[in-house]
């Protein structure tokens, strides 16, 4: 079947460094997305990958091996307003519709 | 910047009401989706639609319907709403057929069934 996995709750220290996992197992593959939802707000769209490797957007970066199912998230620098839900998903074939979802991972700043 | 509008916030019905939820985007986009976001579970799609009076079934389709008669607007309709169907709904859209494309989202619908 078609999965992906992300830990549920995850705290980090403002001005530290988090890295949020993302594993998947789908029957094909053509793109991982990374989201940012806050609380009550809409999902917005953070990254992008689909070749293996490092994509780097100011404090936020996003890692892919395809090879391994296997994608992070990494925010650097981190500010009390990157408290938020971060979502994984994979469309796993081609074309622009369907994506596969993981439950999301709560990320929770501390001062 | 892309704007995708949910004509509710929130929304309280009863158990056997016909209910619609409205969906527009403003950036002519092909591509428009219906989920639901429940706690705990990943964003479930409900239907999606990739032209005008095109309607594809997503993972969850059963006790919904949808509408979309106009390229900017997409509705979702529950035959008869259940509690079960107490949920977050979100509409997003996209553009064309790239894989890189991303999915717009509107800021929800809380629906609550009584």
């Known amino acids: 079947g078609q999965n992906i996995d992300q830990p549920t709750e995850m705290t980090a220290t403002e001005g530290a460094i988090v890295q949020i996992n993302c594993t998947y197992q789908?029957?094909?593959?053509?793109?991982l997305f990374w989201y940012q939802q806050h609380a009550g707000e809409a999902p917005t769209f953070l990254s992008y990958?689909?070749l293996d490797g490092l994509e780097e957007k100011g404090r936020f970066s996003s890692f892919l091996s395809r090879s391994k199912g296997y994608s992070y998230l990494l925010l650097k620098e981190l500010q009390m307003k990157d408290s938020a839900s971060y979502l994984c998903a994979v469309r796993d074939r081609g074309g622009n519709y369907q994506l596969i979802w993981g439950a999301g991972t709560k990320l929770i700043i501390k001062p | 910047d892309v704007k995708v509008t949910q004509s509710s916030r929130y929304l309280v019905k009863r158990t056997g009401e016909k209910v619609f939820l409205e969906c527009v985007q403003d950036m002519d986009h092909e591509n428009m989706f219906w989920y639901r976001q429940d706690p705990g579970l990943g964003l479930r799609l409900i239907y999606f639609?990739?032209?005008?009076?095109?309607?594809e079934k997503g993972d969850i389709p059963e006790g919904y319907s949808v509408s979309r008669e106009k390229k900017e607007r997409f509705s979702l309709i529950l035959e008869s709403a259940s509690t079960n169907q107490t949920s977050m709904y979100l509409c997003a859209s996209s553009f064309g057929t790239g894989s890189n494309q991303p999915q717009h989202f509107g800021d929800g619908t809380r629906l609550s069934i009584l």
């Open positions: 639609s990739y032209d005008v009076k095109m309607k």
């Open positions: 990958n689909v």
């Open positions: 789908t029957s094909g593959f053509n793109g």
